[in-house]
């Protein structure tokens, strides 16, 4: 997903997400009196990481990441101040030396979804983070859409432009439990005082014309442009076969419900002392 004009046009369910998720969680965080050092992984447009500055209560520096350089360029075209700026950065990869224990607050919204090696992002964010920082994620442990993804790549219509489906299907969307795997890893790392819920949301799509834009926004394959509307039809046919859309409704002007699963996690990384007992814990 690189369409940055396209992704800011059509992110109210993850606008949404982040809103609710940050009104109830904003008391948990503890902000220095200044200097907060806070980075935004998975950034887009910018637009939500944009919003995050009306819970910062302080003084601080806000850098917004993402592996897409088309999406960074057009955060900073839209959103670069003397407070916030914006970074290619894959949190995938090994993170770049000056960015290490910097961050007193590192968040994200509807990102880590999209990351395969799991341990090796939380890793990242472990290291990112200075002692006794903290971290506040949400991204979708399951969801429709990533069936229909794999009943498309299915079909030998469209299988040559859907090969290795599950490479963008969250990595919990089988999971029965994906709060208790996210919990062990967190521990596994190192944080600690975490906090993961798995919460059952939805959202409501107006017509099918929003929810095209929306499927549009975030599809992840290479679909050719003159096969588009052909890959559309057969998604809202999935849509209908799922009976997530009611089957013989052809009314463009009918509502969707997107029911899915949201993980929100809240972890910290312990300062030196926290880490002394961990270790003396340990022992006992
Ligand atoms: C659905 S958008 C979310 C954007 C924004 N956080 C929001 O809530 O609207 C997911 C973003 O994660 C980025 N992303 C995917 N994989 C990434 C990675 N390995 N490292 C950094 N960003 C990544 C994508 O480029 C995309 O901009
Ligand atoms: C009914 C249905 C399957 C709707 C799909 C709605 C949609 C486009 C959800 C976004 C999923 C996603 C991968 C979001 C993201 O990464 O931000």
């Known amino acids: 997903m690189n369409n940055a004009v396209l992704y800011e046009k059509c992110n109210s369910l993850q606008k949404r997400d982040a809103l609710l998720c940050l009104e109830e969680y904003s008391s948990k965080l503890k902000w220095k009196k200044n200097n907060n050092n806070i980075l935004d992984i998975g950034c887009g447009d910018g637009s939500v990481t ?4 009306k819970y910062i209560p302080t003084d601080f520096k806000l850098l917004g990441c993402d592996i897409s350089e088309k999406m960074v360029n057009f955060a900073n075209d839209h959103h670069c101040n003397e407070q916030t700026s914006f970074t290619v950065l894959d949190i995938e990869s090994d993170l ?9 607050h590192v968040f994200s919204f509807y990102a ?3 990351i395969i090696n799991q341990e090796r992002a939380f890793k990242n964010i472990y290291n990112l983070l200075s002692e006794d920082g ?16 794999r009943v498309l790549a299915r079909n030998n219509k ?3 432009w859907l090969q290795n489906v599950d490479r963008y299907v969250s990595p919990y969307h089988d999971s029965k439990e994906p709060e208790k795997e996210v919990k062990k890893m967190l521990e596994k790392i190192g944080f600690v005082d975490y906090d993961v819920q798995c919460k059952n949301s939805v959202y409501v799509y107006e017509d099918l014309h929003v929810l095209r834009r929306a499927f549009t926004a975030v599809n992840p394959f290479k679909i050719p442009e003159d096969k588009f509307d052909d890959y559309m039809s057969d998604y809202l046919e999935i849509l209908k076969e799922m009976q997530i859309m009611a089957k013989f409704n052809n009314n463009y002007e ?4 997107f029911r899915y699963r949201l993980l929100v996690i809240y972890a910290r990384k312990p300062a030196s002392q926290d880490k002394l007992l961990q270790e003396l814990n340990k022992r006992d």
């Open 112 to 114: 880590l979804h999209w």
């Open 254 to 257: 009918t509502n969707v419900q």
């Open 158 to 160: 469209w299988s040559k």
């Open 50 to 53: 944009n919003m995050l500055k």
């Open 134 to 149: 903290e971290c506040f994620m949400i991204f979708l442990a399951g969801a429709p859409v990533f069936d229909v993804y």
């Open 96 to 104: 770049p030396e000056g960015m290490k224990g910097k961050f007193d």
